[in-house]
């Protein structure tokens, strides 16, 4: 039968379509504890994937390529955390133009070095490393365990962030810097310190997904390909509750709902390939609506700090 | 919060000396790109308005869609609604005055024209009223949901032309072109300038006399400046002025794509608008939220985008460079915003160090 054979390489594209989503979310996920919403995740995102395409190509291996576009992705959220928490300016208006920004300018230098033509860019791609004994489970085991390094990465961070924010000091300091600013300052903790770090390793982490589009989707670099991945990671952050185990799921979630045509094609399902592109938003959306009722977002989330 | 006080954003000085900041970071930016930054602006400002032509065919042309979705962001978020949807609205009503100019055989001629922007304006409030509704029934922030929103109208808008509006050969991505008499009248003989144009500035003035004279101007920027004021002062009600400026919102934005389908392109195709949505965030918060104001921002962004294209062909670069500018544009108003308020807050007799600086 057809879906039997379809499953495993259905779940093998959930998860590589849900990572990048899951490694931003995961790095808003901390921003947002800390109070501070990054819609420029998406200007981050493509500065990242057009970092990881350079430094792939100057430095000759796809691993730099991550490092670089980790680079890419925090220099994005300087820019955002200058005005929104430097200067204290609203942090919606001022994500927005720094994904606009981070829109334009990778544009712009991709141009300049590619020209306007937008010559196929072949990159190098980061290599599926099999996990021993573990890639070899029947049916899930390869799509799970049979994937890029940055797909292990979110496994691994998902644990590891949710130990930094429930069970360590810094963790709780970072919580109380997003619930309850004045009281965290009373404290002593430093309240546009932290968030400056919480937005920089949301930044890094927006650009190794980015890295992760370019290096392990596609192989290339085009302009404006995070398409709204950054916006769909910042709903994740809310549909996992601000939780990071539950973000990587409800990433792997949508991953699936983006893997969805590959399935319905190979079981002969013809639904216009555009329906499919608004899927995971309509998902997205639909899941909102039923599900956040019951989570709450860190009291401080989006408010100044100080307040005027 | 942006604050919405005219006065201390300082309408026109603070627009001047973001445009300043802005000129000279793009001129910085070009320079270390390789270009030369006084060849890039002549060229762009040449092809913009260097000729009647280029003025009133292409730059003005191309104000009409972001001072009408300038309008809608104005309008919303003087009322502390973060509507980042126009976007997706504009193409709502992009589709919805398509159809009517592709089907309205059964409407009279002279009637044919407002039905088509009646139901883009219709088809944009319906579009907004998706996340309208879930941020008062269900208390979802309006920024990602008017987002994700943008995202399914553009993905609807292609399978529309590849499908159901698919032109009657099946061959391109587009619709048929809509019938002569939905088209608007061109008002400057000679050029492409309709009557959009006209719509757009009467409408900034409507909006301006409407938030200076009337009772629910008032409200809207009473909850904008403050909710919890307004609610406590038990004149207004909250929800129903975000409801009102959320929809009127949606009609303005959804009108900006009827507007474009019956003056410019007569027919929808993928990529309509090369994110006017987003600009229009730029056009909004230099005009200081004032639709007045929006005209002449509009108007700015409109010799930009109108001379992005005589730059790339003339100075050799990427108009690309051009939305790189916008979020420049952005950015200076909220730096020279932030730089005033401070220095207003030492004249009030402030310690004279910025609050801020207690934290390190």
Redesign the interface.
Known sequence: MADVGALPSFLEASVRLGTPLALAALGETITERSGVINIGLEGSMIAGALGGALGALWLGSAGFGVLVGAGGGVLVAAVFALFSIGLGADQIITGTAVTLGGLGFTGAIYQARFGATGTALTLPTLPALPVPVLDRIPVVGGALFDQAPTVYLAYVLAPALWFFLFRTASGLELRAVGEEPSAARAAGVRVRRTRLWATLFGGALGGVAGAHLALAHAGTFAENMSAGRGFIAIAVVVLGRWDPVWVLLAALFFGAASALQFLLQTLGLSVPYQLFLAFPYLVTLAALAGWVGRSRAPAALGLPWPAE | ??RLDARRLGALGGSAAALGVTAVVAGV?LWA??YDPWTAFRALVVGATGSFDALFSISLVRSVPLILTGLAVALAFRAGV?N?GAEGQLYAGAVAGVWVGLHGAGVPAWALVPALLGASAVAGAVWAS?PTL?KLR???GE???T??????AI??T??AV??PLQESRHVFPQTDPIAPAAHLPIIVPGTRLHAGFALAVMLALGLWAFFRWTRLGFAVRAVGASPEAAALSGRMDARRVVLATFLGSGALAGLAGGVEVAGVTWALYEGLSP?WG?TA??VA?LAGLEPGAVILTGIFFGVLEGGAGAM?RNAGI?S?????????V??SV??V???RRSGAWRAEGGTGGI??A???
């Open positions: 919060m942006l930016a790109g390789g973060w980042i998706v879930m269900l208390g979802i920024v990602i949901t987002l994700l929103m943008n995202f399914v993905d609807l292609a399978w590849h499908g994110g987003y965030i730029a918060l790339q990427p690309v460079w051009v939305s790189a500018m916008e979020a420049l952005i950015l909220l730096a915003d932030r730089i609050p801020e207690a934290d390190g």
